[in-house]
């Protein structure tokens, strides 16, 4: 029985995209929206307000945040998260108690095929748009599949791991579909009607960590503090990596886990890569909203004015 579990897990991983994880069980967590752990760029806000729930990990509320003349982003009007397919009942519950109106699912296909359709409350249905990454997901599939630790070390070792994330986070600025996800998802929330909005990825750390730190800067966050928010990722998602990488090594898929581990985490590098990337591309990452994303300066201002008090 064991065995068998170990390689349907095994199995589920050997697919993910673009550096996620199936959701998972969390710990039990109190109720109440608790202030995080210390991230490893500093102390986190402990405005932070994150959603526990058991059937996923990285869950919160992007409220709180001090923007640069003083004003806060508001609570409870735009959340970010990963995977929602595994939820128990109570979580339901949870997430009916934030008044959703939308829950947008920027996951490919193939991820929704594998780990399931969002279980969310009743009357809601998720909005997809797929953020796709082919390069980081081949490349994943044939350092799991083929078992073999030489072929792993060739695929992830020696840097290449991390260099391929920094080509994933740069095609969040060069791909047009991931451009167009990611605008009509801050459209909503400009817009109004759609809010409170989650969005979510799987691991819901690089694409939803992307968007999460574009919008923070986008309604006058300053970069440190939507950098720590990008973080934070590393602290919620930490004993669910470790639980990825045992379980890697206890079915036989790979001798070396920590290959993994630059697939697993997010890092400043990562996020720097979009940035550069957005600065070559537009002028910076004004120029990204307005030019690559196409987000008039109306729209930023209803943004912010629905988001900043």
Not at 110 to 126: F, K, N, Q, S, Y
């Amino acid at each position: 029985m064991r065995a068998t579990r170990l390689r349907r897990t095994a199995t589920v991983l050997l697919t993910a995209a673009l550096g996620a994880l199936p959701a998972c069980s969390a710990a039990p967590a109190p109720d109440r929206p608790t202030a995080p752990p210390t991230t490893s760029s500093g102390p986190a806000p402990d405005t932070v307000h994150r959603v526990a729930l058991r059937g996923a990990v990285n869950v919160r509320d992007l409220g709180g945040y001090r923007t640069r003349d003083g004003h806060h982003v508001r609570y409870g009007r735009v959340f970010r998260a990963d995977g929602l397919g595994k939820l128990t009942p109570a979580d339901g519950a949870k997430l009916t108690g934030l008044g959703l109106r939308t829950v947008v699912d920027l996951r490919v296909p193939a991820e929704i095929a594998r780990d399931g359709a969002d279980r969310l409350p009743r009357g809601l249905e998720p909005v997809s748009r797929p953020v796709p990454d082919r390069r980081l997901n081949d490349t994943t599939n044939e350092a799991l599949g083929s078992k073999d630790p030489d072929t792993q070390r060739k695929l992830l070792g020696g840097g290449r791991a991390e260099r391929l994330m920094r080509a994933t986070y740069r095609s969040f600025v060069t791909d047009a579909q991931s451009r167009r996800q990611f605008a009509a998802t801050l459209r909503d929330l400009a817009d109004g009607r759609g809010a409170p909005l989650l969005f979510h990825c799987t691991a819901g750390k690089d694409r939803t960590g992307w968007l999460s730190y574009v919008l923070l800067r986008a309604v006058g966050v300053p970069e440190a503090t939507a950098t720590r928010d990008y973080l934070l990722s590393n602290d919620l998602r930490a004993a669910a990596d470790r639980r990825t990488r045992a379980g890697l090594k206890e079915s036989g898929r790979m001798r070396e886990p920590d290959l993994l581990t630059p697939l697993l985490a997010v890092r400043e590098d990562y996020l720097q890569a979009a940035v550069d990337r957005a600065r070559q591309d537009y002028g910076g990452l004004d120029g990204y909203l307005t030019e690559g994303l196409g987000l008039d300066s109306r729209t930023l201002a209803r943004l912010r004015s629905r988001l900043v008090h």
